[in-house]
C-alpha cells in the first residue's frame, strides 16, 4: 500500500553553532519545523535559546551549520547563501518577528494604524484608505479596540503593545514568525490572554511560530526544545494537561 509522502519542512536547521571569544553559546543546534507547526525553544537566561533564535532568524551568522528555508516555489534555500536584500525582503514578506521588549518592534511615536501599515507600505501599498481599513481589521483581530487606531503605542499597556507588535507583524500574512520572549513581563492573566490569541493566529493562518521563552507553560505550544549550556534537547508534545488546564483556567478568569 502506498502512503503519501509527509509534507516537506518550512525550515530545516542543521549542526547550528555560535561562540563568543572561548565561550560556547550553541553547540550543534538541529531540528526542522514544519508549516503551521509551533514550536517552543524553552530555557533559563544564558542557555543559548536566544542565541539560537537570532541564528535562525538571520540576525546573527552562526560561525558553523546551516539554515535553509523552503521558498513558495518550493525551493530549501540556504538563508545565508541569500544576499543582504534577499534577506530583507524575506524579513518583510515570509517572516515576522515579534521582540522581547515591544518597543524594539514597534516605532513609538506614530500611531498604532501606521505600525500596522508601514509593512504594507514597504512593500508597495500605497492606498490611503485601503491602509487604514487593514490597519483596523488588524487591530480588531489582536483584541484592540480600532478607536486607538490615532495612538501612539506610548500610550498603550505592555500587552497592548505586544498584540500591536503582532499585528504590525501578520499584516503581510508571513508563513513563519519568530517571538522572543513574548510574554516576558507581563502579568499572568494576560500572559494567558496573549498565548491564547497566538493559538488562535496561528491556527487561523496557518503560521509557523518558533516562541523563545524562560517559561515552561508557554511549551504546551505543541513540540518543545530545551536549551541548556549551548546544547538543545529535543522534546515531543506539551506538557500535559495540567499545564493546558491551568493556562486555559487563567484565560477564563481573566
Do not use: C
Amino acid at each position: 500500500m502506498n502512503h503519501p509522502e509527509p509534507a516537506a519542512p518550512l525550515l530545516s536547521v542543521r549542526n547550528v553553532s555560535k561562540r563568543y571569544g572561548d565561550r560556547v553559546a550553541l553547540q550543534g543546534a538541529s531540528f526542522d519545523l514544519w508549516p503551521g507547526e509551533v514550536l517552543a525553544v524553552v530555557g533559563e537566561s544564558g542557555s543559548g535559546k536566544s542565541t539560537l533564535l537570532n541564528a535562525i532568524a538571520a540576525r546573527s551568522a552562526p560561525d558553523e551549520g546551516t539554515v535553509q528555508f523552503r521558498q513558495r516555489s518550493g525551493e530549501l534555500q540556504d538563508v545565508y547563501a541569500m544576499t543582504e536584500a534577499q534577506q530583507r525582503l524575506l524579513a518583510r514578506t515570509d517572516w515576522g518577528f515579534v521582540h522581547q521588549n515591544a518597543a524594539d518592534g514597534l516605532r513609538m511615536e506614530v500611531s498604532a494604524g501606521a505600525n500596522v501599515g508601514e509593512r504594507l507600505m514597504g512593500l508597495g501599498e500605497r492606498h490611503y484608505g485601503r491602509l487604514r481599513a487593514t490597519a483596523t481589521e488588524w487591530l480588531q483581530r489582536v483584541e484592540i479596540d480600532a478607536a486607538r487606531i490615532d495612538d501612539t503605542p506610548r500610550t498603550f499597556s505592555g500587552g497592548m503593545r505586544q498584540r500591536l507588535q503582532i499585528a504590525r507583524n501578520l499584516v503581510t500574512q508571513p508563513r513563519l514568525v519568530f517571538m522572543d520572549e513574548p510574554t516576558s513581563g507581563l502579568d499572568v492573566s494576560v500572559q494567558a490572554r496573549l498565548l491564547d490569541l497566538l493559538r488562535q493566529l496561528t491556527r487561523q493562518m496557518q503560521l509557523a511560530a518558533i516562541v523563545v521563552t524562560h517559561d515552561l507553560a508557554v511549551a504546551r505550544l505543541h513540540r518543545h526544545i530545551e536549551a541548556r549550556g549551548g546544547f538543545v534537547h529535543e522534546h515531543q508534545a506539551g506538557l500535559g494537561d495540567q499545564v493546558a488546564g491551568d493556562l486555559q483556567a487563567l484565560a477564563h478568569a481573566a
